[in-house]
């Protein structure tokens, strides 16, 4: 265990001492805003619009601001993990510092661990940025904060998913243009798999939707824990996390 | 230290080592020695854990490379051919990172971090970003990073290659200072290094182990008989190579002589005895009395690399060594290795 934070503590490093981090929490805040803006300003129009009409419309923080912008950081996501996991292991292998590691005491398990750790952090710490936001909807609002918080488990939990498979990704080659740009298709067709859903109710359609990652996050939405969606994404971490260190492993083999 | 029976690797096309065997004593300095593709990284990364042995057994300290890798990886330090560093990490940063993957915490970890840091002179770039130094200075923070937990062997693969000549001195001169704590393992393709650094050698070639011995016994199993080079000028006209060769090889206990080299009025005979030493004297006096003068006398001095060159059994090239009389330096020799490899 130990050992895992230290890959973590050195990933996180890096991530800091390069602009990557900088950048990636800069782009994630400013896009974030904007749907902030965006979705605070239209419930605000639609409340003005509503009371002039004399309309008893009903508004609801949660429903009408809340969960749309949950939504909307999961896109932003599918955007910024192919970013965070691409370098995690495709730079090693370019710059060989792989051979250290791989020769040093510790396991694969724990070099694994220790940077899909980081990278989840990393991602964490761009959640952490939205409290900024949110603030001021507890201030001026009324807002539940339960959903909110199931909500950004759902998130972190989905973030965890692909950023397994990113990693995974990474340790297949070299080059990060490379690893970010499959990581990319692969979330974005995990994501739009669901789909299918809307014409096909077929066993085949009803796997592929089962397979993809917005199935899972519509309770964790609207704020519902389900288990059998939480338990859909902790195998697909460890489904992704083992699927990385097999590749760690035949890495020796071929090389 | 390190004991490797029948270790093999066979990759889908070709086999890159083939049932290499030989043992390495405790604080040893040995010499890995080969052209380019002979098998040398690949043995080391299979000593290193990182690669598995198709088939065969390798052991380090007594733990099995396959079975107790984490305690193998305990016990050595690897310099990979490039120095594995995090070249965005200051050298302490990164030496902290190595000590603490390796297992030292606390106090200890940055006792042992000053230490390399003084060890392998590298204290002046201490709060360097590793991505700035030069090539040596990476080099020997890649050496730090080797030996920082002081580990019982180190596996060095190339570790002169692509310095300069006043680098590779410092380098070599700071592994020979390493030995007496570790037991050494380092790979080349030049001679003289392991001629200057090391007191054993292990010689392969294509996959295959084709000697292993210390430097001294390979240097005189090349040798066979002692041989001397001698030249003979003539004091007025030009020298008769015939003759002159005919009435050194009349001298007692002389069992070859060849010309070598011939110029104007000035010969140079390499010539072979069972006792070098106890002909020299008849040599002289041999020259000296058929009215010829004794410019120069030696040992005809054999190099590793002729060594290297009959035990790979690549072509010897006299021509390189007749030029100057002297045996050619390495750096030509490995460049006409390389082709062959």
């Keep these: 265990m130990r050992n895992v934070w230290i890959i973590c503590r050195k990933e996180l490093r890096s991530y800091f001492v390069s602009p990557i981090a900088y950048i990636l929490l800069a782009m994630f805040a400013i896009v974030f805003g904007f749907f902030f803006w965006n979705v605070v300003g239209y419930f605000v129009y639609m409340g003005i619009e509503g009371q002039m009409r004399g309309e008893m419309f009903p508004l609801n923080v949660n429903e009408q601001v809340i969960r749309p912008l949950v939504s909307n950081v999961s896109v932003i996501g599918l955007f910024l993990i192919p970013i965070i996991t691409m370098r995690l292991f495709a730079e090693e292998k370019r710059t060989g510092t792989i051979e250290l590691l791989v020769t040093s005491p510790v396991r694969d398990a724990e070099v694994i661990l220790g940077k899909w750790l980081a990278a989840l952090l990393l991602y964490a710490g761009m959640l952490v940025l939205t409290a900024f936001n949110f603030i001021w909807l507890f201030k001026y609002g009324n807002p539940d904060w339960k959903p909110l918080a199931v909500a950004y488990l759902g998130l972190l939990l989905q973030a965890g998913m692909l950023l397994a498979i990113g990693t995974f990704i990474s340790t297949l080659t070299r080059n990060q243009i490379i690893a970010g740009a499959l990581t990319f298709g692969v979330c974005l067709l995990l994501w739009v798999l669901e789909w299918v859903s809307g014409y096909e109710t077929a066993t085949w359609a009803r796997v592929l939707a089962y397979l993809s990652v917005l199935t899972h996050f519509e309770s964790f939405g609207k704020g519902l824990l389900t288990v059998k969606d939480a338990v859909f994404y902790v195998s697909a971490i460890f489904f992704g996390l083992f699927l990385t260190a097999r590749s760690l492993e035949s890495l020796r083999w071929r090389s | ?341």
Excluded at chain 2, 278 to 298: F, P, S, T
Excluded at chain 2, 300 to 323: I, K, R, Y
Aim: proline share 5%; with cysteine; aromatic share 4%.
């Design chain 2, 1 to 341: 230290m390190i004991a490797v029976q029948e270790l093999t690797k066979r990759y889908a096309r070709n086999t890159a080592v083939d049932h290499i065997s030989f043992a390495v004593q405790r604080g040893q300095i040995v010499g890995f020695l080969g052209p380019n593709g002979a098998g040398k990284t690949t043995t080391m990364r299979m000593l290193t854990c990182f690669l598995p042995p198709t088939s065969g057994t390798a052991t380090v300290a007594g733990f099995d490379v396959l079975e107790h890798p984490l305690e193998v990886k305990r016990r050595i330090g690897y310099l990979p051919e490039t120095p594995p560093l995090y070249l965005e990490m200051r050298a302490t940063e990164y030496l902290t990172f190595v000590g603490s993957l390796k297992g030292l915490r606390g106090a200890e970890l940055s006792n042992r971090v000053n230490f390399v840091l003084d060890r392998c002179a590298i204290s002046d770039v201490k709060e360097k970003v590793l991505g700035k130094l030069s090539k040596g200075y990476r080099q020997r923070v890649g050496l730090a990073q080797a030996i920082i937990h002081n580990p019982d062997v180190l596996i060095l693969d190339e570790p002169t290659a692509g310095l300069d000549p006043k680098q590779i001195n410092e380098t070599r001169d700071l592994i020979k200072s390493l030995a007496g704590d570790h037991t050494i393992i380092l790979s080349t393709h030049i001679l003289p290094e392991v001629e200057q650094t090391c007191e054993q050698v292990i010689i392969i070639n294509k996959g295959k182990l084709v000697a292993t011995d210390s430097v001294h016994n390979l240097q005189d199993r090349a040798r066979g008989a002692g041989s001397v080079l001698i030249e003979v000028a003539a004091r007025t006209g030009p020298l008769d190579l015939a003759v002159a060769k005919s009435r050194l090889e009349q001298v007692s206990g002389v069992t070859r002589v060849l010309a070598r080299e011939s110029r104007e009025n000035l010969g140079v005979f390499e010539v072979e005895a069972h006792n070098d030493r106890a002909i020299r004297g008849d040599l002289a006096r041999a020259i000296v009395q058929a009215g010829w003068d004794l410019n120069e006398m030696r040992t005809a001095a054999v190099s590793l690399e002729e060594v290297f060159l009959q035990l790979t059994g690549a072509e010897h090239q006299p021509a390189a060594a007749d030029e100057t009389g002297l045996p050619a330096h390495a750096p030509a020799a490995t460049e006409a290795q390389e082709p062959a490899s």
